[in-house]
T-cell receptor
Framework: AQRVTQPEKLLSVFKGAPVELKCNYS??????LFWYVQYSRQRLQLLLR??SRESIKGFTADLNKGETSFHLKKPFAQEEDSAMYYC???????????FGTGTQLKVEL | KAGVTQTPRYLIKTRGQQVTLSCSPI?????VSWYQQTPGQGLQFLFE???????NKGNFPGRFSGRQFSNSRSEMNVSTLELGDSALYLC??????????????FGSGTRLTVV
């Protein structure tokens, strides 16, 4: 079955500490993965795509097909990183995205 | 540019009634998708429309339906409402493909409460 798993509902780190938000997927085809973010009182928005291999706001994510993972990382957490993060996978033709249940990141001072 | 607009923002309905939600995508976006968001199930895909045709469908009962008009605006309808349909319904649009540079652009959602 096609599935995206984010094992942590809540991740709390101190400012300046490294962050890793975990995402594992189950998909029989060639995966296309994304991270979406929702800041407080804002709309859900795209953070980054694995195909672009870019760093956005200091975040990076590497697709590991062997471990079927797409963890989101940032070396030094900032207060403004506090938000809800969703990992998502294209699971059908067109624009069908399967989302994980999300991880709430809280960056403490 | 104007974002994705969903109306109404809030809705309270009684069990057994039906409801229609509206979504206006970003100008030029041809793909519109709908998601149901609940605390227990998270974001679940309902359906996607592209150029007035349903291109994808999620695992929801037939009470959930949608359509897209020639101007790309989309509506979703839920008939015979149940308490479990209470949720935030999100609309998302994209230019063509969700793996493009901008991905999905989401609306603020319609909060449906069924009593």
């Amino acid at each position: 079955a096609q599935r995206v798993t984010q094992p942590e509902k809540l991740l709390s780190v101190f400012k300046g500490a490294p962050v890793e938000l975990k995402c594992n997927y189950s998909y029989s085809g060639s995966p296309e993965l994304f991270w979406y973010v929702q800041y407080s009182r804002q709309r859900l928005q795209l953070l980054l795509r694995h195909i672009s291999r870019e760093s956005i706001k200091g975040f990076t994510a590497d697709l590991n097909k062997g471990e079927t993972s797409f963890h989101l990382k940032k070396p030094f957490a900032q207060e403004e990183d506090s938000a809800m993060y969703y990992c998502a996978l294209i699971t059908g033709g067109g624009n069908k995205l399967t989302f994980g249940t999300g991880t709430q990141l809280k960056v403490e001072l | 540019k104007a974002g994705v607009t969903q109306t109404p923002r809030y809705l309270i309905k009684t069990r057994g009634q039906q409801v229609t939600l509206s979504c206006s995508p970003i100008s030029g976006h041809r793909s519109v998708s709908w998601y149901q968001q609940t605390p227990g199930q998270g974001l679940q895909f309902l359906f996607e429309y592209f150029s007035e045709t349903q291109r994808n469908k999620g695992n929801f009962p037939g009470r959930f339906s949608g359509r897209q008009f020639s101007n790309s605006r989309s509506e979703m309808n839920v008939s015979t409402l149940e308490l479990g349909d209470s949720a935030l319904y999100l609309c998302a649009s994209s230019l063509v493909s969700v793996d493009g540079e901008e991905g999905y652009t989401f609306g603020s959602g319609t909060r449906l409460t069924v009593v």
